[in-house]
Each structure stands twice: as C-alpha cells, then as structure tokens.
C-alpha cells in the first residue's frame, strides 16, 4: 500500500444520485440518465464544478417500480423510463472523460416478483428455479397453519408470503414483491456473479452492495428475539424484534463473503460498498471477513445522531481506532480498512434537516477532514431540506403500507432544485413529487452566486482536500479539547514526518477559546469554514466563533 500508488476510491469525493430525482430531460417529471449527462458540469470537469470523483446511481434497471427500482425484473437491462443502453455507454464514456468514476447499485437480496427467476421458481415445487428463492411449509400450531418463524419485514408485516398455487410460504425481507434470492444456491451465485461481470464490462467501476447483510438468514429459520428496549411492542414493526437469526453475522455470512472477495479478486479495480446498518464493531468484523482495500461497509453511525462532540466522538473514535491495527500510528497511513463517512442518502431525512444548517456545514466539514471516501447525497450540497408530503400523496409505496411505524423516504427524494424557474429547473413538467417551497433560494443556480453557501462551501472543502496529500495518507489522533463543545484531532501523515495538522470544529453557539500544543511556535490557519478576518487569538490559543471549522499546520 505504501509504496503502490493508491486506488482511487482510497481519496473519492463520491456523489449519490437518485436518478428520477436529478434531471428530467424528456418532460415526463421523472429524471433519467440523459438529464444527469446535461449536468455533468455540475460534477467535474468545468472550472465551476463541484469536484467529486465518482457518482453513485441508484437502480435504473428493469423494474416495476414497486420500491423505485429496488426490484429488479432484468439486471442487465435499462428501465425505459431512465433511458437506454446506448445512452447508459455515452454516459460511461463522458463520465471517465472528466475523471469520473460510475458506482452502480447492486440489489442482489431480492428480485422484483415480476422477475423471470421467480415466474419460474413460484411455477411449481419441481421447477428448476424453485430452490433459487427460499420456500417452507410453515409450522402447525394447535392444528393452525403458521409462516415457519416470527420474522418481520423491514416494510412491516411477516417476511413470509404464503403462496396458494403451490401451497407454500416464501421469504421477502422487503416488500412481498421483492422475494428474497436464495444465496446457498450455487446458481443463483453463478447468475449475480455474471451480473457484475456485465456491468465492469460497460465500464462500471464500483458497486453499492444494497442490504449487504440481508443476503443471509439463519439456516435454521429461528425465531429473532424480541426486543425488550421497543416502546410499542405490539406494533408489529421491525423494530419489536432484535434480528439475531434474521440478519447475516460474520459468522454465517460464509458464501457471501467468498462471492464478494470472488469479485473483487476477478476485477481488480472494482470497489465495492456494502449497505448495512451496523454499529463500528461490526463494521471492523466485516471488513476483517473481506479483508481488502477496495470493500467498505457504509459508515452510517454518526447520520442521525444528535449534534454533539459526546455523541460524535465516541463513534468517529471507535470507528477509526477499533481495530487491533490502529495503535501505532507511524506503522501505516491510517486504518487497516477502508473507511468512509456518509452524511445521507436517499432513506434518510436530509442533513439541514435533522440537525440545522449551521451544523450541517460543520457535520460536512469533518467528512472531508477525516480519512476514507466522502458520500455526498444530491441536493445536500446546496443545503436541501425534507420536503414536507400529505399521508394521502405520499409516493413511497412500503410507507404507504406502515405509514404509522415507517417515516415516509419521499421528503429526501424531492427534485434537484437547480434555479428560480418553474419545477426548479429540474423538468418542464410537473413533478412525480413536489419541489421544495424554498427552490426559490436553495437552489444551485442562487447558492453558485454567494461565497457563503452550502455549495461554496462544499467546493472550497473539495479542492482543499485534493489539494493536500496529508488527507490522504494520515493516520487519525483524537485530541482533548478545552470545551466540550470543540471537537479536534490531529493527523499525522507519514509522508511528511516533522508536519502537524489540527483539525478543531465547534459544535455550538458559543465562542470557544482552545489551547494549541506548547510545542506550536508558529500554528498558521491553512483552513477555516468561515471568511472570518478578525483575530483568532494565535499564537497562544485558537478562538473559534459558534460553528466554525479550522485545521491549523504547527
Ligand atoms: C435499501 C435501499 O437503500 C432502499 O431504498 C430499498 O428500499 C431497500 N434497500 C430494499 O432494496
């Protein structure tokens, strides 16, 4: 690693779109793949862009759109709503024309019920494709007719489905039209491997693994636990059980975990992302089962937590440091495994909405003084809010189904708001969902034109980070700080022995006053979030107004 030049994921900027939520370019309301091609210069490769190094698109194959292109009727095929191959391969090209790398979405727990491999597999008991989702008898209590475990769907309900014409139950995590593959099945292995196969032969290079530890299930079909923390324990959410055997462990992730070291091994500049919702320790199991520099599990610790030094901390810190690796900070440039920080997606209420603007600019200014990748949510560069929908047009079809347990994701998939102009400039038809009332000032086209914007902001952050190597290659060091309400650490970068970098960032309202090391004789600020002029107290100590963010070279 030392020596080798680093793969690119190692330093990437990475931008999720959403791509019904982008840029219509057709006039139908919904986006498509040609409008994310008139706005590739909003990305890179203009001297206005954003910067980023590659983009995630989420599903845009062949789907019924039950769950917006997380059920896939044909993986290797383009949903004619988003456009076609030929512009899919146009889209490739121009994209790794300005340096753009292309992480697609891999949905590999479950297929659409319209998908083929089901039709067949829910034919009869004896067809070929039965085994390549999972079917069971259910269980008989009391002479009664039950689904073969208490299991619930992350949609609500029982995971179980009974299926009349065949007279059994089959498993889906999700929806009941998204039946679960079944990944013991060395076929069904044989299929989702040529999937990938396909799509790093277009050019793909990444994939975002979604519900990487669904893929798995206890092999027994036990009961999970019920979970005696859940403040309605009779909601029948997912949340009334503690997912035990439901979800895969390290421990039973055994064939998985070979067919993703497999891929990786196969394609030799393929990053993958792997979708779980797990705590850091966790994460380090994972990357320590597919050890590799090119996997990450998604770092979702800090996206919703509450906005503070006592709450981010532990988790950066546990994150970054929790492996047995980390302790000798001159033994290698930073953690064992890849790291990355994900500050909100298209399942997530938006940034400036959970925690407030003048935080978020904070929240977004550690993610780029961190080590690892950098998933930017489209929209909240420009500092876009949750858009409020009535119960009765909300368009996300599993919270229409648990409106009361499950928040609608609608609110954080509203249309890119680009300018002034009528549906934001993201379509010249009406929307498949509204546009945010604020587009009038939160948009790209208004936020380009202040120096103070989100979107400034963000630009700044990212040529700062290209432009210097020690964010690259540092190992992270916490620091003790004077107020709780400053987070600081340091980075010690192997490549430029003798130089120290402090990063200090004020989580509250209040001026800070923080001490610099005794050894700093000349501390220079060589970044701040703010175009603060007034002192800042060096060099005896470093005063931070309410939310700002600096990183001083001693
Ligand atoms: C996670 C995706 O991010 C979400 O949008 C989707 O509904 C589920 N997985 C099911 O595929």
Redesign the pocket.
Known sequence: MDTQKAHWSKNAAVYEIYPMSFKDSNGDGYGDLAGILEKIDHLNGSENSLGIDAVWI?PFFKSPMR??G??VTDYTDINPMFGDMKTFEKLVEEFHARGIKIIIDY?G??TSDQHEWFKESRSSRKNKKRDWYIWHDGITVNGERLPPNNWVS?FGGSVWEYDKHTDQYYLHT?LKE?PDLNWHNPEVREAMGQVIDFWVKKGVDGLRI??FYNFIEDKLLRDDTINPTYANPHDGSYWTLKHNHSLATTANLGVVADFTKEALARHPNLLIVA?AYVSPQDMHAFHELIDNERFTVFNFTILGRQFKVSVYKPLIDEYLLGTPDNSDPTKRPGPKFLPNFTLG???MSRLVSQIGEAQARVAVFLQFMLPGLKFIYYGDEIGMTDTHIPEENIRDW?ARLIFKQQKS?DPERTPMQWDDSEYAGFSSHKPWLPINDNYKTVNVAHNDRDPKSMLSLYKSLIRFYHGHDFLHSSQYVPRDSVSENVFSFELININTPGKRFIVYANFGDTIERELLPEDASSPTIIFCTSDRTSTHGLPKYLELLPYEGYVLEI
């Open positions: 989420c769950d917006w997380y059920d949905v727990n479950h992350i999700f998204q979604d519900a979708e997606n298209h399942d599993a994701r």
